[in-house]
T-cell receptor, first 112, second 114 residues
Framework: RKEVEQDPGPFNVPEGATVAFNCTYS??????FFWYRQDCRKEPKLLMS???SGNEDGRFTAQLNRASQYISLLIRDSKLSDSATYLC?????????????FGTGTKLQVIP | DTEVTQTPKHLVMGMTNKKSLKCEQH?????MYWYKQKAKKPPELMFV???????INESVPSRFSPECPNSSLLNLHLHALQPEDSALYLC?????????????FGPGTRLTVT
């Protein structure tokens, strides 16, 4: 089993739709969780950190479920500019260094 | 200011060349990273520097040699590369290597080895 798994998609959704991505992780000692977006041939950009209580930033909502070891990202009212690959990132480990593991990414295409 | 800068943006080099990639951040971050990313794949960690000391080397071939001259700068020296080393090389930084710090990425250097 991969350490961090994501459905690669692509998810093709119409403008205005709501779309959700899940990301599962295998290391129960993982401590921090993040969502990044990456546009084609660009660098990953931090979208949001994911907290135990869940957090929202405008149209984006992230949730963490430690019991089932997954995090989710919900995008409401999709815009064309949301088209990108969404990368789930998990940090965890013992000692001072927290290993950073990327999921393989989920591709989103928002269609006019 | 959450900016990490990288130079050059593009680099084409032959297998016998020696070149260097440069990365700079002015966020006061004490951890800096080199990643390699191939098309349609996630970034793959190469090196981690913590407080200017190399703390992680993910079994990277010796033709890649990292250097951290000071807390703001990170270099990656390249020598005798192979065509399969062609990729996007990303630098990132974070407050430290602990659990809380988000990583911020530079725009990358797109490397082609001929």
């Amino acid at each position: 089993r991969k350490e961090v798994e994501q459905d690669p998609g692509p998810f093709n959704v119409p403008e205005g739709a709501t779309v959700a991505f899940n990301c599962t992780y295998s290391n129960s000692a993982s401590q921090s969780f993040f969502w990044y977006r990456q546009d084609c041939r660009k660098e990953p950009k931090l979208l949001m950190s994911v907290y135990s209580s869940g957090n929202e930033d405008g149209r984006f909502t992230a949730q963490l479920n430690r019991a089932s070891q997954y995090i989710s990202l919900l995008i409401r009212d999709s815009k064309l500019s949301d088209s990108a690959t969404y990368l789930c990132v998990v940090k965890g480990g013992s000692g001072g260094y927290q290993k950073v593991t990327f999921g393989t990414g989920t591709k989103l295409q928002v269609i006019p | 200011d959450t900016e990490v800068t990288q130079t050059p943006k593009h680099l084409v080099m032959g297998m016998t060349n020696k070149k260097s990639l440069k990365c700079e951040q002015h966020m006061g971050h004490r951890a800096m990273y080199w990643y390699k990313q191939k098309a349609k794949k996630p970034p793959e960690l190469m090196f981690v520097y913590s407080y200017e000391k190399l703390s992680i080397n993910e079994s990277v071939p010796s033709r890649f040699s990292p250097e951290c001259p000071n807390s703001s700068l990170l270099n990656l020296h390249l020598h005798a590369l192979q065509p399969e080393d062609s990729a996007l090389y990303l630098c990132a930084s974070s407050q430290d290597t602990g659990p809380a710090g988000e990583q911020y990425f530079g725009p990358g250097t797109r490397l082609t080895v001929t």
